[in-house]
């Protein structure tokens, strides 16, 4: 087996970094698919959306883009938030974010 040069091993080295690097941010990319964005098969390619649900979003859509989570869930009937967590794991955002379920109040001693 033949040996390499020690300069080689690091420019392979950093080729298959930057590789990696490069095929991670891709798939980073597209996993996400942003509400006000997506059409119709997108939002149909995600996990817990079907063909009523989607319709719904984009009913919702038409009027204006939703501000953010709590304003997709006030105005698309059917979603809480334990289903905009599933979403959001399954790769959908509102204005680029993620669902966060808001804190919980402390209850009172």
Not at 101 to 106: L, Y
Request: contains cysteine; proline residues 6%; positive net charge.
């Amino acid at each position: 087996m033949r040996r390499l040069h020690p300069m080689h091993r690091v420019r392979h080295l950093c080729q298959f970094l930057l590789g990696a690097m490069a095929g991670l941010s891709v798939s980073l990319c597209l996993a996400a698919t942003e509400a006000n964005l997506a059409s119709e098969a997108e939002l149909d390619s995600i996990k817990g959306l079907g063909p009523a649900s989607t319709a719904r979003i984009l009913r919702a859509r038409e009027h204006s883009p939703f501000k953010d989570w709590a304003d997709f869930l006030r105005r698309v009937k059917g979603f809480k938030n334990s289903s905009a967590a599933r979403l959001s794991e399954s790769g959908l955002t509102v204005n680029g974010q993620p669902f966060e379920a808001p804190a919980k109040a402390k209850a009172a001693p």
